[in-house]
């Protein structure tokens, strides 16, 4: 950093004084964002403060040459031409830079700022666990939401399926009531002929009775014509009987 062609001082102090002078702005945005920030969270602040830290170390290693350089003119008095003055005079800009630079640092490393920096951590901390334990508690509400959704899409599709068999049940059942119905129109049907047969062996059996005790009187006498009138009613007694069983 220092030249070798001109006086080392002088460059190091235009050096130390602008870098002073930045570190100095610097560290008033510092202190705005500490009040204002989450030193934890924000990465502006951890930025500016490690930045900060940087400056100062380069303005500490910039003092020592400076204070080397004061003490080689001290030490070689008769070497360099500078009256009593100026070396009192380079020695309060050291003085004055080193107090600046001190002050900084004390700022930087103060009780307050190290007491403000462990609540930022501690509240990031607490935010951290915090979203963690809401974004748990979000993930088995939607698992447990999903659960459910397939819970009431299984219930639906069983009750369909329920539905269906019902359907197909009930229609069987009509069929069966109609077959039934039919088997029962068909038992009347026949009941009925069974009756109407019943009935016409009745007459005809009363007929038979009577042709019976007409041939019983026959066969007591001896005329033929009656004989052969008997047996012609007999004839047709088969006959009629044979067309109601073929009817």
Do not use: C
Not at 4 to 10: E, G, K, N, V, W
Not at 96 to 121: H, P, T, W, Y
Request: proline share 0%; glycine share 4%; no cysteine.
């Amino acid at each position: 950093m220092l030249s070798s062609t001109a006086d080392p001082f002088d460059v190091a102090r235009d050096e130390i004084e602008k870098a002073i002078r930045k570190v100095r702005q610097m560290h008033k945005k510092w202190q705005q964002l500490i009040e204002t920030e989450n030193t934890a969270e924000s990465h502006k602040f951890q930025d500016l403060h490690s930045e900060i830290m940087g400056e100062l170390r380069q303005l500490g290693y910039d003092l020592v040459e400076v204070e080397s350089t004061i003490k080689a003119v001290e030490e070689n008095r008769d070497r360099f031409q500078l009256s009593d003055e100026q070396l009192a005079a380079r020695k309060d800009f050291l003085a004055a830079s080193r107090a600046a630079q001190r002050d900084i640092e004390a700022s930087l490393g103060s009780l307050a700022v190290k007491n403000k920096m462990d609540e930022d951590r501690k509240e990031a901390l607490l935010k951290k666990n915090r979203k963690a334990a809401e974004d748990e508690q979000r993930y088995l509400a939607e698992e447990s939401k999903a659960y459910l959704e397939e819970q009431k899409l299984l219930q639906k599709q069983l009750l369909a399926q329920q539905e269906d068999e019902l359907s197909v049940l009930e229609k069987g059942t009509q069929r069966l009531g109609q077959v039934a119905y039919t088997i029962n129109g068909e038992l009347e049907s026949q009941q009925k002929l069974l009756e109407e047969l019943n009935d016409d062996v009745d007459k005809e059996l009363q007929r038979m009775d009577v042709v019976t005790k007409g041939m019983g009187a026959l066969l007591k006498t001896s005329n033929k014509g009656q004989i052969y009138a008997v047996a012609g009613a007999i004839v047709l007694f088969f006959i009629l009987v044979w067309m109601i069983l073929n009817t």
